[in-house]
């Protein structure tokens, strides 16, 4: 996002000042509602786990594009318009993610939708945003197929035109840590575990093949039950391996536990993990035996960019009693994605949502280019960031720490 003048927005979240106007009663051409004071509402909505084991990460990227539309309404950003947002809860799972795909096209008035959390969800979603050519920009999805089909090792082709990502994906990220387990931590023997998910599984084989490029040793492979928390017999296996560190491809729930178990089993060995395990509750789950474990993340830590200092203020001021985690930054950077392209929408359209506002939206947002909280957002041909910056963690005390950010170089 453009560098705006946010102080005066920042003292009125402060003081609990902003508001969102009520949605009234929809027009008939789907083009958005009266609000009631002369403008029309643009609904963005936001798919993620709002409750449930993973509802850490998914309050944060509700949170932060719930800000993202407050400060474009504050600002009147895009004239005649007010933004507000519905959220809905998938709970982490693909088929109630499906549903409420079918929740938000149903709503004539979103335009744009933030989201899903998890690789799986965004796959049963795809298909029914693209139908009704509502564009979808996630900031967390890291599945390379998603934007570029299931082959797209061998022949990359972009499977749906209306979805977008502001993460980069585990094409780059697995590679990344990689490289950075077998060059600079000097691990040579790894044991790798995945929850046999799309996002878990697919980061895990990404990981593996540049781990055996680089002269790795693969000394172990196991997949667990995401349903469980009892990970005792596959740490032993760690344990019996000979492995000078554990390599996981899945989220915090498990991976806490999972490191707490294998060290428990005698294990001294790191668990490095991609950026579903990069969360404060990794922390508390892993507890002391969680010291010196790593994570990657998408992009670099968003406290150490100037271009988020006002992101950070803001979300502070306006008082969320959850963390923005993760994803907060690239949520934020979704969110305003989306109102950018509604902005390029409504000025082509002589200052007034067109009929077709949706497909105009999904057009627009291919062309979409600001800098961000992130840094410089805008998508390549086949609707992916072209930010690839990833970051190491590791962590330290009570909190994560940074240990390396860089692009990956393949």
Request: a negative charge.
């Amino acid at each position: 996002m453009r560098q705006r003048s946010l102080i005066a927005i920042t003292a009125a979240l402060a003081a609990g000042a902003l508001t969102l106007t009520a949605c009234g009663s929809r027009d008939d051409n789907g083009g958005g509602s009266d609000s009631g004071n002369g403008d029309t509402t643009v609904v963005i909505g936001v798919d993620a786990p709002l409750t449930g084991d993973l509802s850490a990460l998914g309050l944060g990227i509700k949170n932060s594009v719930d800000l993202a539309t407050k400060i474009a309404n504050k600002e009147k950003y895009v004239e005649g318009v007010t933004f507000k947002i519905e959220a809905l809860d998938d709970q982490g799972q693909a088929s109630v993610g499906q549903q409420n795909a079918t929740k938000l096209v149903a709503n004539k008035d979103v335009l744009g939708v933030v989201g899903p959390l998890n690789s799986s969800v965004g796959e049963s979603m795809q298909k029914v945003f693209d139908t009704a050519k509502l564009v979808e920009v996630s900031p967390a999805n890291t599945n390379p197929a998603l934007t570029q089909g299931v082959n797209w090792q061998t022949k990359k082709e972009r499977p749906y035109k209306s979805y977008f990502r502001t993460a980069t994906t585990d094409a780059i990220q697995g590679p990344f840590a990689a490289q950075y387990v077998f060059n600079e931590a000097k691990k040579k023997k790894v044991f790798v575990i995945d929850d046999k998910k799309t996002y878990g599984a697919g980061l895990a084989a990404t990981f593996t093949a540049e781990f055996k490029e680089l002269g790795g040793q693969v000394v172990g492979t196991e997949h667990i039950n995401p349903e469980s928390k009892d990970f005792s017999a596959v740490a032993t296996k760690v344990k019996n391996s000979g492995a000078d560190v554990v390599y996981y491809g899945g989220e915090y729930p498990q991976a806490g536990p999972l490191s707490k178990q294998i060290k428990e089993a005698g294990a001294k060995i790191p668990l490095v993990g991609g950026d579903g395990i990069y969360s404060a509750d990794f922390i508390k789950l892993s507890g002391a035996a969680g010291a010196g474990d790593l994570a990657t993340s998408v992009g670099a830590p968003v406290e150490s960019l100037p271009s988020a200092k006002e992101f950070v203020a803001n979300y502070k001021a306006e008082g969320y009693k959850e963390a923005y985690e993760a994803y907060g930054g690239y949520s934020y950077d979704s969110a305003w994605a989306i109102i950018e392209a509604v902005k390029k929408v409504v000025e082509d359209n002589d200052g007034k949502l067109p009929d077709d506002a949706r497909a105009k939206v999904v057009d627009a947002m291919q062309n979409v280019s600001f800098d961000g909280v992130t840094g410089k957002v805008s998508f390549d041909e086949f609707g992916d960031a072209t930010n690839k910056q990833l970051t190491v963690y590791t962590v330290k005390g009570s909190d994560w720490a940074t240990v390396k950010s860089g692009t990956f170089t393949g």
